[in-house]
């Protein structure tokens, strides 16, 4: 892929915010008062540990247009949620020169910067598998109002799934469901709440993890005996074994600074699919899996042969 596309390591999931990493790794750490401090910000603080909504810094207020990125044929949406949210989203249609398959790709990013920030990695999408793709973006994020947490979250992918379901364009199309690291949770937790519908035609991982509580211990280590006052769960390897109807496509990358390659090896083996193929991406890091060799190509291989064959 030529652009660059996403944000740099250190807006993912495992990285929280700098400050709070490098005040957490302290030696000190062990006096119990500074234990103390830590169970609180935890505790307290989670959420803007676990949603850094504004990484970059400018992440609120700067959501980068599709047609930067020379994509014209999109569409800016509001969309509102049963909650009284809403959630700003881009609609990318392939462009008319080329055969539209009936598919459509809803994405789901990780836990920092906005959908801006992955519309390089929609319009390969786009250019490999030519479909629609939706950008959601989750509450709280880029120009989405709200607060983030995970029953939130949850509604969001909901209310995203439902708008292409009713959307005249889209209502007849396949869809398949992607996620990257946080945005594998929200995708997992989605397509086993909607699998009888029979319409998601495929499921996508890119390294996502077990749950938030068994990451901590690899991401965090001095909190490793705090972790059980983590109140955001997302326990995939607990919904994916949920999912029987729908094919997934796992692509870990085996150089993952952040989620251990091992979280998504373990979400393989629950994984209870009729069809569920393993992909791996040999020096592909956390946030930088999408620009190796080969990616796109096991992405097309499997819509080809497992979602719109079927």
């Given at each position: ?20 990493v490098?005040f ?7 006096s ?6 830590a ?11 676990i ?44 462009p ?11 994405m ?11 519309v390089?990695?929609a319009k ?10 939706l ?13 983030p ?12 799934l439902?708008?292409l ?9 396949k869809?398949v469901?992607?996620g ?31 749950s ?5 211990p ?8 705090l ?14 074994p ?14 993952d600074?952040?989620?251990?390659p ?13 069809t569920?193929?393993w992909?791996t ?5 956390h ?16 819509v080809?042969?497992e979602v719109?064959?079927?």
């Amino acid at each position: 892929m030529s652009d660059s596309p996403p944000p740099p390591s250190s807006w993912s999931i495992g990285n929280m915010t700098n400050s709070a990493v490098q005040f957490l790794r302290l030696p000190v750490l062990a006096s119990s008062g500074l234990a103390v401090v830590a169970s609180g910000l935890l505790y307290f603080k989670q959420n803007e540990l676990i949603y850094p909504r504004n990484v970059p810094v400018d992440a609120r207020t700067n959501v980068p247009s599709p047609r930067q990125f020379g994509i014209t044929d999109f569409e800016d949406l509001q969309i509102p949620t049963p909650d009284g949210e809403t959630l700003h989203a881009f609609f990318l249609r392939p462009p008319k020169s080329r055969y539209r398959r009936n598919l459509t790709v809803i994405m789901f990013h990780g836990n920092a910067g906005n959908i801006g920030h992955r519309v390089p990695i929609a319009k390969a999408m786009q250019d490999t598998l030519h479909c629609n793709v939706l950008l959601l973006e989750y509450r709280g994020y880029g120009m989405s109002t709200g607060m983030p947490d995970e029953a939130g979250l949850k509604i969001d992918a909901q209310t995203g799934l439902d708008y292409l379901r009713q959307r005249a364009e889209t209502r007849d199309d396949k869809i398949v469901v992607y996620g990257q690291s946080l945005g594998g949770a929200v995708s997992i937790n989605l397509v086993a709440t909607n699998q009888d519908q029979g319409d998601i035609g495929g499921l996508i991982l890119e390294n996502t993890f077990l749950s938030i509580r068994k990451l901590i211990p690899s991401i965090f280590p001095p909190a490793r005996y705090l972790a059980r006052l983590c109140h955001q769960y997302w326990i995939s390897e607990d919904v994916l074994p949920k999912i029987s109807k729908v094919p997934v496509l796992f692509l870990s990358g085996l150089k993952d600074e952040l989620v251990p390659p091992s979280n998504m090896t373990q979400l393989f083996a629950v994984c209870k699919s009729e069809t569920k193929i393993w992909r791996t991406l040999p020096n592909g890091g956390h946030n930088d899996s999408v620009a190796e060799p080969g990616y796109f190509e096991h992405i097309h291989s499997f819509v080809t042969e497992e979602v719109l064959s079927k």
